[in-house]
């Protein structure tokens, strides 16, 4: 690393400092605090006994969806710019025997862990996004133990794009049902069930799926094109 | 002090360390460190989803896709600032002598050739701390410092000496990499430099009016680095290039490239 | 304690992303940035004596915040997509200009953009 420059070092340093200075706001609140209503209400109103589930997937679900949708782009982002380039020449790690077993013995328990952290999100901690990238980690272990082509033959790629399309419209039919009867975009109008069933929340646990395999689907996107390519940094 | 007191201020700690290292391995590994000890931090805040997912991606997914876009086998590293002549670049492929010499070894090798153009006084380091295996680019016999070791001269070249004529007031000395001290000349900016034949040879294409050239006594050869830790490449290498001297390739290398 | 933490390792984040010349760990620090940012909303949401919000058993209970951890639960994720993009195109300008200096790559950027 060559000796930064005077010139840049002064102008960093007060840069870094005015960004902090910022945040001097937070010894200064205003208004009132929402957790106690959250803590008092929320697992009744969305029937989710994880509150934060109940919070990103009830009262803030257009957040959410938001962030799914960046999380999209940034993986055609990815794949977009990676399809047209040549592949690499050598497998990236060496594959003893070891690493091979156990990425056969622990992928799909790996998997098995992702869906249960999807399903039961709303009960305990997880969700889709924990869900999917657990999901993800089982992709890694088995591209790093078998190489990458391995998990692009337990997953085709035809078949994950059909998956998204129909990630896709289930989004749209829950966003777009709820219109139908007057409610706005994306409301739950399930039953709730009692709190901690695992049957509960209403469209939580669907949300919840469809976010999993959404993720899980980018997770691999990810990781198949970036161990096809192997780049050159 | 309670743990997450503790795990709370090895974190800045750890984050320095991982952002002021040397090679960038050793950063990705560090930060993988961060990313657990982070996802421990969050569970003491009670923030168990939050944990659960960094924990999972950034121990895992962000230190896989860093290491598979940073990684080095299959490759020959060489490291080298721009000589015209030798080792150069031209519209998006690298052209020149040494670029010829190293791909023929590389290609005998089994190995990719990759160039990465480093400032002049940087090879040495970058060498030494294992970020590349050659280090080319119009280098002298002589130059070793410990942790390298140089192949014998496979060129002789010579040295001449730029300055500026009448010498003017502010003289720029040091130039990081070669492109900048060709810019310079081509300004008529004041500068004293000592370049080798290739690159003399460069600049002389251009406008050398206002500074006087003086060439420099001895003998000099152009000769490759090689880190002092890897004694096989480097023997193999002395004997691809007494290969290509004594098959006369090499002559006809020269002729093609620095006539 | 974990706001001031916070804070530090967006001073450290900025300092690494500016000081740096490599690209690699121009994304390192933003990876430092986005930690940062994280742990300092997770901690905004600390109540004292409070648990985890999941509802175990009916009854009262003092829970932290649960929103701070909602906020930023999809953006751990985001991040890793965001920096799977950047590394993308880290990759693609190191294979075109063969250096990671990111001075010298603007250098060559330059030089062809006013050729």
């Known amino acids: ?233 | 002090m309670t743990v997450r007191t503790v795990l709370l201020l090895a974190l800045p700690v750890i984050a320095v360390f991982a952002l002021t290292r040397a090679r960038r391995l050793t950063a990705v590994i560090a930060m993988g460190l961060f990313s657990f000890v982070i996802a421990a931090v969050y569970l003491l805040f009670h923030a168990p989803d939050v944990g659960l997912t960094e924990a999972a991606i950034g121990a895992g997914l962000v230190t896989f896709i860093y290491i598979l876009s940073i990684r080095k086998t299959g490759r020959l590293v060489i490291l080298a600032d721009e000589a015209p002549g030798l080792l150069s670049r031209e519209n998006e492929g690298i052209t020149g002598l040494e670029w010829e010499i190293l791909s023929g070894f590389a290609r005998e090798l089994g190995l990719d050739p990759v160039v990465r153009f480093l400032p002049r006084p940087e090879i040495g380091h970058a060498l030494r701390r294992g970020e590349g295996d050659i280090g080319a680019g119009g280098i002298l016999a002589g130059e070793e410092t410990p942790g390298l070791v140089a192949t014998p001269g496979y060129l002789p070249t010579a040295l001449f000496r730029i300055s500026p004529a009448g010498g003017a007031g502010r003289i720029r000395h040091g130039f990081e990499y070669f492109g900048e001290l060709a810019d310079a000349v081509r300004r008529k900016a004041p500068l004293a430099a000592t370049v080798d034949l290739a690159r003399f040879m460069g600049l002389a294409r251009g406008d050398l009016t206002g500074y006087t050239v003086a060439r420099e006594e001895g003998e000099h050869a152009y000769a490759f680095l090689v880190p002092a830790d890897q004694p096989e490449l480097h023997s193999r290498l002395c004997d691809y290039l007494n290969r290509l001297q004594e098959s006369g390739k090499l002559d006809e290398l020269v002729r093609r490239y620095l006539e | 304690m974990g706001i001031v933490i916070a804070v530090v390792l967006l001073g450290i984040a900025i300092l690494g992303l500016v000081l740096r010349r490599d690209l690699i760990f121009k994304l390192l620090s933003l990876g430092v940035l986005n930690s940062g940012a994280v742990l300092f909303l997770v901690s905004l949401g600390d109540r004292a004596g409070g648990t985890a919000p999941i509802v175990r058993g009916p009854g009262p209970a003092a829970y932290v915040d649960p929103l701070p951890q909602a906020l930023v639960l999809s953006a751990i994720v985001i991040d890793f997509a965001v920096l799977a993009v950047a590394l993308v195109f880290a990759m693609l300008l190191v294979e075109r200009y063969h250096t990671t200096d990111s001075v010298r790559i603007e250098e060559e950027v330059t030089k062809e953009l006013y050729r």
Request: net charge neutral.
């Open chain 1, 1 to 233: 690393m060559s000796r930064p420059p005077l010139a840049l070092l002064i102008p960093a340093v007060l840069l870094a400092l005015g960004v902090l200075a910022l945040f001097l706001f937070t010894f200064f609140p205003g208004g009132e605090p929402v957790s106690p209503y959250l803590a008092r209400d929320a697992a009744g109103e969305t029937g989710a006994a994880n509150l934060v589930a109940g919070v990103y997937l009830n009262y803030r679900l257009y957040d959410t969806l938001f962030e799914v949708l960046v999380f999209a782009v940034a993986v055609i982002g990815v794949r977009y710019y990676l399809v047209g380039q040549k592949e690499g020449a050598a497998p990236p790690i060496p594959e003893s025997p070891v690493v091979r077993t156990a990425a056969d013995l622990l992928f799909s328990p790996l998997l098995l862990i992702g869906v249960y952290l999807v399903l039961f999100g709303h009960l305990s901690p997880g969700g889709g996004f924990a869900g999917g990238v657990v999901g993800g980690s089982g992709l890694l272990l088995c591209a790093i133990g078998l190489g990458g082509e391995v998990i692009a033959r337990r997953f085709h790629e035809t078949a994950l794009e059909r998956a998204e399309w129909l990630i896709l419209a289930g989004f749209l039919l829950l966003l777009l049902v709820p219109v139908l009867f007057g409610a706005a975009p994306g409301t739950n109008l399930l039953p709730q069930g009692t709190v901690g069933n695992p049957v509960s929340g209403g469209t939580i646990v669907i949300y919840n799926i469809l976010i999993g395999a959404k993720v899980f689907i980018g997770t691999w996107v990810v990781i198949y094109y970036f161990t096809r390519h192997r780049g050159e940094v």
